[in-house]
């Protein structure tokens, strides 16, 4: 047992150093003075932002330093070789490992965004009207998966046609919500018969999801605005086309990759505006991961395209019925319930996946 009590507090004490918990009792110090100053609340939007993140940052710190402790304490004991606290320290120790494993699932979301909300970014591919049918599918398979799990979720963008969707936005919060989410980025394949063929014929269409990291903070992701091309156009309100038509409408293009920006849900051409900064500094963001950039000037466009042989999931109801993930090797033959919202066991499969 004085082995095993040593084995786990150099578990605990390997997974403290992975989380990188020292440099987040740094943030969380710099955070919690910048709470404490009268003026903090001025800018809600930024205090919101922040106070969430130090309330993330505590949360994790206390779980941790707890968990170190326990394992300390427990290892002291054990080399104590005080048989008469054996049963006791027996059952501690098993307590404490089963937490421990629960715990590690932690270690899943140790990257340099997961702790951020997530931007799913939805653009109708190879396949025509049953793309963009498709990419509506998508996007109400995920939006479920958030209301049944009771997280926080916004349509910021939405280009529809008559079919479905050409492109739309939606952004998703909650703990370590890039985290989860981000294996789901890349190209989604849909094999079934067309409800748009007359001969009822087999067809394959694409969509494809963009997950990246909301950043709210220009500071992560800092922008040269002599990169930016900035236009504002007329746009129509929610009531359709022709209502409410303003001069709000705001796309702003990135020079040096080429990523567009479109955004004219909002009521005003500032919020457009702020909403398209948030979501072009979060595809910035996922390209440097992708790209392993440390700098954006040293990014290049993306260029995967939502067809043929880039799929990382298949769909597939006809002439069977089965969703295959291409990187888990996870399958289910219960389609329509994943479609319904019911994805958390293939989100759980992917976390192992190393990417």
Do not use: C
Request: glycine content about 6%.
């Amino acid at each position: 047992m004085m082995s095993s009590a040593s084995q786990l507090f150099d578990q605990i004490n390997n997974a403290y150093e992975e989380l990188e918990i020292e440099v987040k009792v740094q943030e969380l110090t710099r955070l919690q003075a910048q709470m404490a100053e009268p003026d903090f609340w001025n800018d809600q939007r930024t205090a919101a932002t922040k106070s969430r993140r130090a309330a993330y940052l505590e949360n994790q710190v206390n779980l941790w330093q707890e968990l170190r402790n326990e394992g300390s304490d427990l290892k002291a004991l054990y080399d104590m070789h005080d048989d008469s606290l054996s049963s006791e320290l027996n059952k501690r120790l098993t307590q404490l490992e089963k937490r421990l494993q629960k715990e590690k699932r932690a270690l899943y979301f140790n990257g340099p965004y997961d702790d951020h909300d997530a931007v799913l970014s939805f653009q109708a591919g190879a396949g025509g009207r049953d793309a963009e049918d498709w990419t509506a599918m998508l996007m109400r398979m995920y939006s479920r998966w958030a209301e049944a799990s009771s997280y926080k979720f916004e349509l910021v963008e939405e280009t529809t046609t008559e079919d479905g969707i050409k492109s739309a936005t939606l952004m998703i919060s909650g703990d370590n919500m890039f985290g989860l989410l981000k294996r789901e980025h890349g190209v989604h394949r849909l094999v079934r018969l067309s409800p748009f063929n007359s001969a009822g014929s087999r067809e394959t269409s694409f969509a494809m999801v963009e997950v990246l990291p909301q950043i709210s903070e220009p500071g992560e992701i800092e922008i040269d605005d002599k990169d930016l091309k900035i236009d504002v156009y007329r746009s129509g309100g929610r009531g359709g086309q022709s209502v409410n038509t303003t001069d709000s409408a705001v796309r702003i293009t990135h020079m040096p990759t080429g990523i567009v920006v479109a955004i004219q849900n909002e009521r005003s051409q500032q919020q457009n505006k702020e909403t398209a900064l948030k979501i072009l500094r979060s595809r910035l963001a996922q390209l440097a991961i992708e790209q392993h950039a440390d700098k954006i000037s040293e990014l290049k466009g993306p260029n995967k395209e939502a067809a043929w042989g880039n799929q990382i999931r298949n769909y597939v109801l006809h002439p069977y019925t089965m969703v295959k993930d291409s990187r888990s090797g996870f399958e289910t033959t219960d389609v329509e319930s994943v479609l319904a919202g019911k994805i958390d066991d293939l989100l759980e499969a992917q976390l192992s996946v190393i990417q």
